[in-house]
Each structure stands twice: as C-alpha cells, then as structure tokens.
C-alpha cells in the first residue's frame, strides 16, 4: 500500500508556471506507475501524465503536451509535474495518483492523494 500527498499548487496569472509534488510513503514506490490527473468543478476527472517505474517513459494528454513535463525521483519517493505557459483553463484540482498498469482511466489507478488546487487566472 502507499499513501500520496500532493503540494505545491496555488493561484499564477496566465503564462506562469508552478510545479507541484507528491510524496509517496512505503518501499514500493519505485514499482508503480505515477500518473497526474485533474478535475475542474463539475467536471470528470482527466487524465494529464503518467511516467513509468523506471521513469523512462512519459505520456501526455494532448491539452499538456509541450508545457507540462512528469518527474520522478525514487530515492525520495516523489513524483513531480512542471506546469509551464499556464492557462486559465487548466485551473482544476490536480491528484496524483499510482498504480501497477499504465492507464488513462482514473479507474486505472489504485491509489490517490487528496488532490491540490491550481487556480490560473486571466
């Protein structure tokens, strides 16, 4: 089992960047896949990035492709999402989440953090 903790968001004007982390307890934290996902108020959760165990691999949803950019550090325990060129748009609560399968399906995804608020505004 591993429980996630998500920080690092808060309110940036439109083309501003922010980074936000999450930090993993347990051992295992090197053999899952870590992906971001997002949900906007009344909206579905969205999948955003998803980076495998090793970090060798990267994937992205089209509306991030090119600002955003996935991270992981296992020593720390810690998976991270550069968020650049913000646009209001992408204001929406951000969860990290993880899992043995890569998937853009939330229900993909075993474990979830509590989520973060990334506010972009105009």
Known sequence: QV??????????????????????????????VMAWFRQA???ERLFVAAITSSGG?????????????????????????????LKPEDTAVY???ASYGSSRNPGGYDYWGQGTQVTVSS
């Not at 996630?4 to 051992?27: D, H, I, K, N, Y």
């Not at 991270?71 to 550069?82: F, G, I, K």
């Open 95 to 97: 969860y990290c989440a």
């Open 41 to 43: 108020p009344g909206k």
């Open 3 to 32: 429980q996630l903790v998500e920080s690092g968001g808060g309110l940036v004007q439109t083309g501003g960047s922010l980074r936000l982390s999450c930090a993993a307890s347990g051992r295992t934290f090197s053999t899952y």
């Open 57 to 85: 691999t990267t994937t992205y949803s089209d509306s991030v492709k090119a600002r955003f950019t996935i991270s992981r550090d296992n020593a720390q325990n810690t998976v991270y999402l550069q968020m650049n060129s």
